[in-house]
């Protein structure tokens, strides 16, 4: 039996609504495990127990992203997978560059893992956008 125009964007709001949660959650723990250790407590066995946490929901929102990812339409996967090759080039591209420069003395400033985690989901947002455009 063919599944119902309705059924299937139920499945889909479904399956972004898991994946936003889980995508929250994760930020949240890994402010948790950030800001914690300046915010609520000292114990370094505690900061550990955070960290641990945020890597356990970063497993699990890795695992509801790819069965996000399975449950879209072709398009929609093409898309996404174009958009995440996008960044991920720029992030090792720019990242290595930035690491070779930094360590010839060519760079002044002092960045870290944050800036290009952001640059990273920068482009991926754009990367989408434009990919929603351009087979629209």
């Known amino acids: ?16 609504i ?10 949240a723990t890994l402010a948790v495990a950030r800001f914690g250790p300046e915010l609520l407590w000292t114990e370094p066995a505690v900061t550990w127990a955070a960290i641990a946490v945020n890597v356990a929901v970063g497993v699990g929102w890795i695992v509801v992203h790819a069965g996000y990812l ?9 898309i996404l997978m ?23 003395g060519l760079v002044a400033f002092e960045s870290d893992i ?20 351009r087979y629209r």
């Not at 059924?7 to 709001?13: D, E, I, K, M, P």
Request: proline letters at 1%; a positive charge.
């Open 82 to 104: 174009d958009a995440m090759a996008v960044a991920l080039g720029v992030g090792l591209v720019g990242g290595f560059a930035y690491a070779a420069a930094k360590s010839a």
């Open 18 to 27: 898991r994946l936003a949660v889980w995508t929250l959650a994760w930020i």
């Open 114 to 133: 944050a800036f290009l985690t952001v640059l990273m989901g920068v482009v991926y947002v754009l990367a989408v956008a434009g990919g929603t455009l």
């Open 1 to 16: 039996m063919p599944e119902t125009t309705g059924t299937a964007a139920r499945r889909a709001s479904s399956a972004v």
């Open 70 to 78: 399975r449950g879209v339409d072709d398009l929609q996967r093409k």
